[in-house]
């Protein structure tokens, strides 16, 4: 089946501009995460959502930083008032309920590079 | 401060030779670890995994290996193959923590014909 999907794949925004990112998960999978990457610095989490919360779980809290849920396989990272320090790849990752046996494993989509002017 | 970290950068091995990734953590609350591949504008993608258990886990071409007192994990790919070459990710888990995965800062294996 369909993998996870992430729209734009590039996006670039002018400082202090507000930006959405937009991750369609696999069908049946309950949560979903948002990854940020940067070049030699591994992935750092930003948040996560499970089943059909609205509310993010901030894995970092940060007040420029959410997501919402609004269907539950499509998960929406909103990034206000970018920095410069925000330019990155920003991956989002779905992972099967909890109960089954690969609940650990993690699917990412190919990421959207953000590139803050 | 990482709590996960791959000191290569980079790793250059012959066609059919052995690679060997390696990863140190420091966060001695992970319950699994995670290998992750990732080639150029895709995201990452599995590989293989362990629990905090075991201390080896062994999938075709690819073992995982566990040593808990070192916090020390190592990828083995025997043989390896030029469609091996690419960045690898290693992470660490707990169920506690909404399994958030914590990444290394990667590999970047270049296997050579």
């Known amino acids: 089946g369909a993998g996870v999907s992430q729209s734009p794949r590039y996006k670039v925004a002018k400082r202090g501009r507000d930006v959405a990112l937009r991750c369609d998960s696999i069908s049946g999978h309950v949560t979903l995460y948002w990854y940020r990457q940067t070049l030699g610095q591994g992935s750092e989490v930003l948040t996560y959502?499970?089943?059909?919360?609205?509310?993010?779980k901030s894995g970092r809290p940060s007040g420029r930083f959410s997501a919402e849920r609004p269907e539950r396989s499509v998960s929406t990272l909103k990034i206000q008032r970018t920095e410069q320090g925000d330019s990155a790849v920003y991956l989002c990752a779905s992972s099967p309920p909890p109960d089954r046996e690969l609940a650990y494993e993690q699917y990412f989509g190919p990421g959207t590079r953000l590139t803050v002017t | 401060d990482q709590q996960v970290k791959q000191n290569s950068p980079s790793l250059s091995v012959q066609e059919g030779r052995i690679s060997i990734l390696n990863c140190d953590y420091t966060?001695?609350?992970?319950?699994?670890f995670l290998w992750y591949k990732k080639y150029p504008a895709e995201g990452p993608t599995f590989l293989i995994s362990?629990?905090?258990?075991?201390d080896k886990n062994e999938d075709g071409r690819f073992t995982v290996f566990l040593n808990k007192s070192a916090k020390h994990l190592s990828l083995h790919i025997v043989p390896s193959q030029p469609g091996d070459s690419a960045v690898y990710f290693c992470?660490?888990?707990?169920?506690?923590?909404?399994?958030?995965?914590?990444f290394g800062g990667g590999t970047r294996l270049m296997v050579k014909p």
């Open positions: 992470a660490g888990t707990n169920n506690n923590a909404g399994n958030m995965l914590t």
């Open positions: 362990i629990s905090s258990i075991k």
């Open positions: 959502s499970q089943s059909d919360a609205q509310r993010d």
């Open positions: 966060n001695s609350m992970f319950d699994y």
